[in-house]
Structure formats: structure tokens, C-alpha cells
């Protein structure tokens, strides 16, 4: 049975940063039920992809969809190519698309998943993510804030941690009038083929200079196709970053 799309959450519960982070209570939810109940307004097949029996027992718990994978994956990325075998082995489907939900995202929105899904449409996308214009000139200069190069054909040239582009003869604090920058949106989906081979690479030079994942694939000639959102991304990395989205009043 051929099926289009499939959402794959990565979920690990060690983390360096926010230890049992995808079990952590987002207003009465496990964070993990909340990512999973957002990514199911778009997408039928949804799965959660983790390594900890503690995590797969919270998905049981709400009847959601899990498989365990391998504790040893250095990246979401190398857990969702193994879950995809493993679900197409359990269910008897074949996917086509498939879309890595970052499990710290509670605050998902169901049209950021229909926007990446349009890329698809173009039988020659292989790998899609998104971006959102920065209006704020803190972002451009936050190192923990990826910025985006886009070309006039909507795919990524390369992604940095640095203000990208430099603008010369400028004050910094005028950047961001001058020119228009995107941050990125940390949502990915891929051809499953193409998931397959990307897992295959080696780590790359400018991906170990950045320690961003994504420049390996454009190192290795991989193009990524970018569409807009204007939805902010609300990750939940770190403790502080759940007391400041309490504090916004979102929970």
C-alpha cells in the first residue's frame, strides 16, 4: 500500500541541555503528546522514534503510535531513516515523503506542515525545510538562531550560526532594514530514497565547522527546497525555554 506522507518525531529522553525533556508537562500534556496531537492535524501516519522505554510507555499511554530504535543514532535524522523500515515493516505501507518533527516542538502548526508538504509537489524536490523573514535584529546575531541564504530558485544555499550575508558599509544595528534575512525553521522532509542516502554521509567540513547537519547534505550536492512561514519556531530546548513560554502566557 503506497502512502504519501509519514511524520517521524525523534524523541530521546537523555539530553544534556533538559534531561526527560519529551516527558516534561506542557499544561496537563507531556510535551511528546502535544507534538504528536499538532503533527496528526495534518498527517495521518504519525510515529514517535525514540530509544527509552519511558518515552514509548508516555506514547502507549495516550494511544499514540511509537517504535523503538537504535541508542546509538548521532542524529534525528539517522533515527528517522531507521524508523521508517521499522514502520513499513510493522504496518505493510510504503511511504513516499517523509517529514522529522523535532520533538521539542509542542507548538507546531498544522499549516507548516501543509506548506512543506507543497514542495513536493515538484517531482524534484528532494529534501524541503522552512524559513521565516527576521524582523527582529537580536535573531541575526544570535549564534544559537540558524540564518538561511535563499536563492531566486526558494533553495538554500547554505545555513550558518554567523549573520549571513555580511552588510558592508552598514551599522550593525541597521542590518536588518537593509536587507532581508531568514531564520530557519527547524522542519524537515525528504524523499525517502533520499533520506536513505543522506544517512550514508560522512560528516562534513563545513558541517563540523557550523554543527549543522544540513550542510552536509549541500556539501554532497543535495539541493534543499525552502518555502516561507510566518509561524515562529517554539522549541523547548533547554528549562529557561519552557519558563519563558510560560511566562508569554502560551501555557
Same mark, same amino acid.
Given at each position: 500500500?503506497?502512502?504519501?506522507?509519514? +511524520?517521524?518525531?525523534?524523541?530521546?529522553?537523555?539530553?544534556?541541555?533538559? $534531561?526527560?525533556? $519529551?516527558?516534561?508537562?506542557?499544561?496537563?500534556? $507531556?510535551?511528546?503528546?502535544? +507534538?504528536?496531537?499538532?503533527?496528526?492535524?495534518?498527517? !495521518?501516519? +504519525?510515529? @514517535?522514534? *525514540?530509544?527509552?522505554? %519511558?518515552?514509548?510507555?508516555? @506514547?502507549?499511554?495516550? %494511544?499514540?503510535?511509537?517504535?523503538?530504535?537504535?541508542?546509538?543514532?548521532?542524529?534525528?535524522? !539517522?533515527?528517522?531513516?531507521?524508523?521508517?523500515?521499522?514502520?513499513?515493516?510493522?504496518?505493510?505501507?510504503?511511504?513516499?515523503?517523509?517529514?522529522?518533527?523535532?520533538?521539542?516542538?509542542?507548538?507546531?502548526? $498544522?499549516?507548516? #506542515?501543509?506548506?512543506?508538504?507543497?514542495?513536493?509537489?515538484?517531482?524534484?524536490?528532494?529534501?524541503? *525545510?522552512?524559513?521565516?523573514?527576521?524582523?527582529?535584529?537580536?535573531?541575526?546575531?544570535?549564534?544559537?538562531?540558524?540564518?538561511?541564504?535563499?536563492? =531566486?530558485?526558494?533553495?538554500?544555499?547554505?545555513?550558518?550560526?554567523?549573520? @549571513?550575508?555580511?552588510?558592508?558599509?552598514?551599522? &550593525?544595528?541597521?542590518?536588518?532594514?537593509?536587507?532581508?534575512?531568514?531564520?530557519?525553521?527547524? /522542519?524537515?522532509?525528504?524523499?525517502?530514497?533520499?533520506?536513505?542516502?543522506?544517512?550514508?554521509?560522512?560528516?562534513?567540513? #563545513?558541517?563540523?565547522?557550523?554543527?549543522?547537519? &544540513? /550542510? %552536509?547534505?549541500?556539501? =554532497?550536492?543535495?539541493?534543499?527546497?525552502?518555502?516561507?512561514?510566518?509561524?515562529?519556531?517554539?522549541?523547548?530546548?533547554?528549562?529557561?525555554?519552557?519558563? =519563558?513560554?510560560?511566562?508569554?502566557?502560551?501555557?
Amino acid at each position: 500500500m503506497q502512502t504519501d506522507y509519514l +511524520v517521524i518525531i525523534p524523541a530521546r529522553y537523555a539530553s544534556s541541555r533538559f $534531561p526527560g525533556k $519529551p516527558l516534561v508537562d506542557i499544561g496537563g500534556k $507531556p510535551m511528546i503528546r502535544r +507534538v504528536y496531537e499538532q503533527a496528526s492535524k495534518s498527517v !495521518d501516519n +504519525v510515529y @514517535v522514534a *525514540t530509544d527509552d522505554e %519511558r518515552i514509548l510507555q508516555a @506514547v502507549n499511554n495516550f %494511544r499514540g503510535k511509537a517504535v523503538m530504535t537504535s541508542p546509538d543514532h548521532k542524529s534525528g535524522t !539517522d533515527r528517522c531513516a531507521e524508523a521508517v523500515k521499522l514502520i513499513e515493516e510493522k504496518t505493510g505501507k510504503k511511504f513516499k515523503i517523509i517529514i522529522n518533527v523535532q520533538g521539542d516542538e509542542p507548538f507546531l502548526q $498544522p499549516e507548516q #506542515l501543509e506548506t512543506i508538504k507543497s514542495c513536493f509537489i515538484k517531482p524534484d524536490t528532494e529534501i524541503a *525545510t522552512l524559513v521565516k523573514p527576521v524582523t527582529d535584529a537580536e535573531i541575526i546575531f544570535d549564534e544559537n538562531k540558524t540564518k538561511v541564504i535563499v536563492n =531566486n530558485k526558494k533553495e538554500a544555499v547554505y545555513f550558518s550560526r554567523s549573520p @549571513v550575508p555580511f552588510i558592508k558599509n552598514q551599522p &550593525q544595528e541597521k542590518w536588518v532594514d537593509s536587507h532581508r534575512f531568514y531564520l530557519h525553521i527547524g /522542519l524537515y522532509a525528504y524523499r525517502k530514497e533520499t533520506l536513505s542516502s543522506i544517512t550514508k554521509l560522512n560528516p562534513s567540513a #563545513l558541517e563540523i565547522a557550523e554543527s549543522l547537519e &544540513q /550542510l %552536509r547534505w549541500i556539501e =554532497n550536492g543535495y539541493k534543499i527546497k525552502v518555502e516561507f512561514t510566518e509561524h515562529d519556531s517554539l522549541g523547548i530546548d533547554t528549562p529557561e525555554d519552557l519558563a =519563558n513560554i510560560e511566562k508569554m502566557g502560551l501555557i
